[in-house]
């Protein structure tokens, strides 16, 4: 029952920002989507490869800024460290998804976009020899975009902020990633 009224959920914002975007309230949207990929220099990120996808348009209830509203997703392949507290080498990997809001401050030419996102980490360590463990747990990121604008697509670096809070660990990370998005017309 849970799931259904979860479903219910979905349909009924989907077709609310659908009729906000033909009550020209969200007028002026865009589509958007990049990839990214760069390295976690947290114990345990290592690699990472990413992408989101939303749509972009003009709010000007508070501020007269871009907003994008969207999903974001990143995965790293993680890395073998020792576990001091276990006393035994542990790889790790992790994935993080969520739903991301972001503020552009700059468009042309030069991009620069400040963004959270508010999700899971999906974290996975397994210890030499032992079996794999997988756990989620309570995300919320931020970062900063700062790249270039070349028509509908947009170069820039992002360094981001990863606060992962689980039941028995919270931790902050830090990765830096190469990222190329595009940014569509209405």
């Known amino acids: 029952m849970k799931t259904l009224r979860s479903g219910y959920r979905r349909v009924a914002l989907v077709v609310m920002l659908a009729q906000m975007g033909s009550a020209g309230v969200l007028s ?17 990120y290592g690699p990472g490869v990413g992408a989101d996808v939303g749509i972009q348009f003009p709010f ?10 969207g999903v974001w997703g990143v995965y790293h392949s993680g890395e073998e460290f020792f576990d001091e507290e276990l006393g035994i080498d542990v790889e790790q990997a992790i994935s993080m998804f969520g739903l ?8 042309e030419p030069v991009y620069i976009r400040g963004s959270g996102v508010l999700g899971v980490a999906r974290v996975s360590r397994q210890p030499a020899g ?7 747990n309570f995300l919320l990121s931020g970062g900063i975009m700062i790249g270039r604008r070349f028509g509908r697509v947009v170069i820039g670096l992002e360094p981001t902020f990863p606060l992962v809070i689980g039941s028995d660990v ?11 998005g595009y940014v569509g017309g209405p």
């Open 28 to 44: 002026g949207q865009q589509f958007s989507s990049r990839v990214f990929g760069g390295y976690g220099t947290t114990t345990g």
């Open 60 to 69: 000007p209830f508070l501020v007269p800024l871009p907003v994008f509203l």
């Open 100 to 107: 991301e809001a972001a503020g552009i401050w700059l468009e």
């Open 130 to 136: 032992g079996p794999k463990v997988q756990e989620s």
């Open 170 to 180: 919270t931790s902050m990370g830090f990765a830096l990633y190469l990222t190329i």
